[in-house]
């Protein structure tokens, strides 16, 4: 992994939410875009108020623009991390119902650390290059850090995820999360009352989003209040008042019971990924009938209960060069003797990795987060270490194969021409509660190898002859000036229509035209010899 160490602070202001008051181009910097093209150099960003306009290295900058030189400098996308607690520093001593340490620092020692370096967090995650944050639970100190990082320019957005909602008694939600500064972190309940009430405080709280949490931990007492509380009718309550109020659910849940049901009851993520059990295929279908997006944090079982025990830390430079200071010296506690709990934590790791490659193959969208300030997990560095311990492989395809992504559906077909390995798509997507299906034709660029531009041309009539089939009614393209789509977008505002909708025809005229452009090419050749 490379950390790109540069990051223009004007990426970090706008995501944080400042505003520019005028057109601003940044010239000279080395562009990273995220969509895997490359690298572009001496490229240039377009800045209209808050919005970025265009990016690249042929981008027209108007006359009135203020030009800004960031030359020796790179631009990266921000990264966002789907879940962090404010409330936990990271520290050895955060977390006691885990590694209980308050003989060498009293918990309230370590919430008055917290307090302290909340600026510091903020900063931390900045400096990994994390512009976006969303808090997934815990006291009004995740309500404090938001109303603070939009006062300051060094801080990510920060969104809320109000809870942890779960159905149980108090004293057990004491127990597993002990208060903090006297106040619940678990937001406990025994009836679908009680879950509503949740919920609206959420709403006048301004939360961006409600977490439930269905969790037994391996405990027999757990599991029978979780089904003495009717854990189910508890989550289908909780959803309900969320749709009511125009929020989403999320769903802490570890076990596959419990992540079924959350789901079936309208969550529409998961927070931590399956780890009990493998998952099965009408699970995996359940997800992806659904839309659901599951957020894994697998580096907190490699980090927490692995490699604090040992102490044989696998550390990233930018741990050190990011974290909160004292949060990575103090990695170097001894540990207590691991419980059933840490046991099972640790145990439970190759179960959680292999159903994070089962759902990644399977296409289940995947939201890559770390549970940050979780014992050994630090606040921003924490995302490159999450990332590292990803599937790396993507999925190999064959011609024909449909895979499927959320609702939308792409058909692969391989038309060798451009290069031996080039791919073209039909995409279906949902639009105004239709299947609509737009075509990709990939590379474009002629070959100058007659053979290859042979090759080219049967391709293209293959994907031709199939769009037509399939009743192709737009194009995009991998580079969008090919089929016009800046153009027809420019055409569109202010109509209302999806502005790639061209029609069967115009799927036709496009495809035309490159057919007579691979025919020229084929009479350049000839006059050339």
Known sequence: MIFIRWIVSITISFIAGSAVAETTAYQGATLIDGTLGGVV?????????????????????PENAAVVDVSGKWIVPGLIDSHVHFMTSGRMYTRPAFFDLTDKVPYEEEIAFIKAHIPDTLRANMCSGVTGVVSMGGPSLEYNTRALAEEIDAAPTVFIGHGVIAPMPQFIAERMIPPWDGELTLKPGMSEEAGIAHVREAVSKGADLIKTALDSR????????LWYADWQEFQQAVVAEAKRNGLQVTTHAHELEYARGAVEAGAATLQHVVADQPVDQPFVDLLLENDVVVVPTLAIRKRTFIELFTKELELL??????????????????????????????????????????????????????????????AGSGM?????????????????????????????????GHTPGTLSSIITVKHNGRDRKIGMWGGQALPVNPGELAQMHESLHKFWNQARAEGVEGLISTHAWVVGNFELRERSRGVGENPLLIGQDGVDRIMHVYDECIAAQFARMRTVR
């Open 384 to 416: 490159h270490l999450e990332l590292v311990v990803q599937p790396e492989r993507d999925l190999v395809v064959a011609d024909g194969q449909t895979i499927k992504m959320g609702s939308a559906r792409v058909r692969f077909i391989v038309t060798p």
């Open 41 to 61: 150099e001496n490229a240039t960003v377009l800045v209209e108020d808050d919005k970025f306009v265009s990016v690249g290295a042929d981008v027209v900058v």
């Open 218 to 225: 391996g405990s027999v007492m757990v599991r029978s209040m």
């Open 317 to 378: 430079p930018i741990e050190r060069l990011c974290s909160v200071p004292g949060v990575v010296d103090s990695w170097n506690e001894p540990v207590p003797a691991a419980d059933a709990q840490s046991t099972r934590y640790r145990v439970q790791g190759e179960i959680a990795a292999a159903n994070v490659k089962t759902l990644y193959d399977a296409r289940v969208p995947l939201a890559v987060a770390t549970d940050s300030g979780m014992i050994g997990i630090p």
